[in-house]
């Protein structure tokens, strides 16, 4: 994250200065059905309409037909103990509407997980097998309980 606070001018050393705004956007799985071309974002709460239109075309190259916003007030809690309120930060949410050829969904990233569950069975049975060879090899080892028959 970037900052409105700019290094002190030193004199015989020039500095840099490079002006990067406060913002920031995350993406947000909806908690309702929505429309496929809207998109959500947690947004900075200083960014306005405008600046999340902006902020998509300009970046990212997404067409943006209109964007709405809320704020989202953050939990409260009441400690038990202490009895002291605590209270989460507010969150600005902005739906995004695309065109309507647009559409998002999602990346699935657990994709390969039933994939994986296998491989991770497969390892697991060939380390099984193994440990039942060596206790099987070790069985009738002298100085172990067992070796001798009476």
């Given at each position: ?33 929505q429309p496929a071309n809207v998109v959500t974002f947690a947004v900075s709460t200083q ?104």
């Amino acid at each position: 994250m970037s900052t409105r606070w700019y290094p002190v001018y030193q004199r015989g050393n020039p500095q840099l200065r490079v002006f990067l705004p406060n913002f920031w956007m995350k993406l947000v799985r909806p908690t309702e059905d929505q429309p496929a071309n809207v998109v959500t974002f947690a947004v900075s709460t200083q960014m306005t309409k405008h600046d999340v239109k902006n902020y998509l075309e300009k970046i990212y190259k997404l067409p943006v037909v209109d964007v709405r916003t809320r704020i989202a007030l953050g939990d409260t809690k009441r400690d038990q103990v202490h009895g002291y309120i605590t209270k989460n930060d507010d969150v600005k949410l902005a739906y995004v509407t695309m065109p309507k050829n647009e559409a998002f969904t999602f990346p699935d990233i657990f994709a390969n997980k039933a994939e994986k569950q296998e491989q991770d069975e497969k390892s697991m049975d060939e380390s099984k097998q193994g440990f039942r060879k060596f206790l099987d090899r070790n069985k009738k080892r002298p100085g172990t309980p067992g070796w001798y028959s009476i």
